[in-house]
């Protein structure tokens, strides 16, 4: 079959993974590249030897035939760039966040469904090699039925160096990181119904919150603490590990520090190492984010190909997104918020 014509818009910090990902998988290739700075431009399109390069993203879409667009911009631009590709009738892949709000979210999913485009948000956590390990330990039944979870990450890793817009938005930890961790807690425990939320702000020279502890209901009966820091300062630095714990009614399942999985249940206990692979290209501590890249951008090729909706399609991610939303609204008035309210 022939390769899946693919164009990337935003050639940024993290855009230098996703070009790696389509440079090891097999049926997509990207034709064309697009960034409004012609430094970042030039730096991504000599390094992946990507000649047909565009500032312009309607330039882009008036001057290419695609199969598909990889929209790694930051957020503000995803709104107007995912409707231009859905009035191009261009399937889009937009990074997380997917919007500035939920509304906005609505909206995209929308001219998306109306322009009968596939959408998936860049929602990567979820296929990172260990968390799809937990998942599969569940899926055998093994420790019976989840009725409470722990999904947490805490870490003190300096992410402003790399992403200096992280530092100085009114939001932080929750729409930037915690936005990962609610989905996986939704990719193991299902959809949530209610959700409580406490916030800090600890470091001082940032203007977001950067500590958040959010508490949710199941739809399936489970609860779960979902717990994220940039503030936590360990003897071991932990980043960007998700810690897990769940437990059922025949067991537990714990992953810890160092991609340690240890599962208690019908069959005894079991110890195994389940750490991510470390890419020729990928670089510690990074390599379990990059690896999700190449995992998620895989399933993308694959949807495409058998016209299959994707697991974090642009309607499965406004329920993650109503979670940052509910989270914020809930620690602003302390109250719990229901879910089904913002959908
Ligand atoms: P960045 O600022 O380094 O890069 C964004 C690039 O997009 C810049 O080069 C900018 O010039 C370009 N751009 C912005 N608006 C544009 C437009 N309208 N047209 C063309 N180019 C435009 O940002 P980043 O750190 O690479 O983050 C990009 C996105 O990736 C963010 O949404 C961020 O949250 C996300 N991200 C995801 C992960 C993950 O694991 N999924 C990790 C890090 C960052
Ligand atoms: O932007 C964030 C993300 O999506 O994963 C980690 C990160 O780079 C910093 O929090």
């Known amino acids: ?13 993290f855009a230098v993974n996703q070009m790696h990902a389509w440079h090891d998988i097999d049926g997509a290739s990207i034709m064309a590249i697009c960034d409004r700075d012609p430094a970042r431009l030039r730096i991504v399109g000599d390094q992946f030897g990507i000649e047909r390069r565009y500032t312009d993203a309607a330039a882009l879409f008036e001057g290419e035939t695609l199969d598909f667009v990889d929209i790694a911009t930051t957020v503000g631009s995803h709104r107007p760039l995912v409707e231009m590709a859905a009035a191009h009738r261009v399937p889009a892949i937009c990074q997380k966040p997917f919007a500035p709000t939920l509304a906005d979210a609505k909206a995209m999913v929308k001219a998306c469904a109306d322009a009968g485009v596939p959408l998936m948000v860049h929602e990567n956590f979820r296929w990172q090699s260990p968390i799809q390990a937990v998942r599969a330990v569940l899926d055998c039944g093994e420790i019976g039925r989840p009725f409470f979870g722990r999904i947490s ?5 300096d ?15 929750i729409e930037d990181l915690g936005i990962h961790i609610l989905d996986i807690a939704r990719f193991l425990l299902g959809d949530v119904s209610n959700l409580t939320a406490r916030t800090a702000r ?5 203007s977001g919150e950067d500590v958040a502890t959010m508490l949710m209901d199941h ?5 779960s603490m979902v717990d994220c820091s940039y503030a936590t300062k360990l003897a071991a630095e932990p980043f960007p590990e998700t810690l897990i714990e769940l437990d059922g009614s025949d067991g537990t399942i714990r992953l810890a520090q160092g991609y340690q999985l240890t599962v208690t249940g019908k069959s005894g206990t079991t110890v195994s190492d389940v750490s991510p692979p470390l890419l020729s290209w990928a670089s510690r501590p990074w390599h379990n984010i990059q690896e999700s890249v190449v995992a998620i951008q895989k399933h993308w090729v694959d949807c495409l190909t058998t016209a299959k909706e994707p697991a974090t399609s642009g309607a499965d991610n406004l329920k993650t997104f109503a979670l940052v939303e509910a989270a914020y609204a809930g620690a602003a008035s302390r109250q719990p918020v229901r879910i089904d309210d913002l959908l």
């Not at 079959?1 to 910090?13: H, K, Q, T, Y």
């Not at 402003?160 to 930890?173: D, N, V, W």
Request: proline share 5%; glycine share 18%; aromatic share 14%.
């Open 1 to 13: 079959m022939a390769e899946l014509r693919g164009a990337l818009i935003g050639c940024g910090f």
């Open 219 to 223: 739809e399936g009966g489970a609860t």
């Open 202 to 206: 600890v470091n001082p020279g940032i």
């Open 153 to 157: 990450f805490r870490s003190a890793y």
């Open 159 to 173: 992410v402003f160096s790399g992403q200096p817009y992280l530092a100085t938005g009114k939001r932080f930890i």
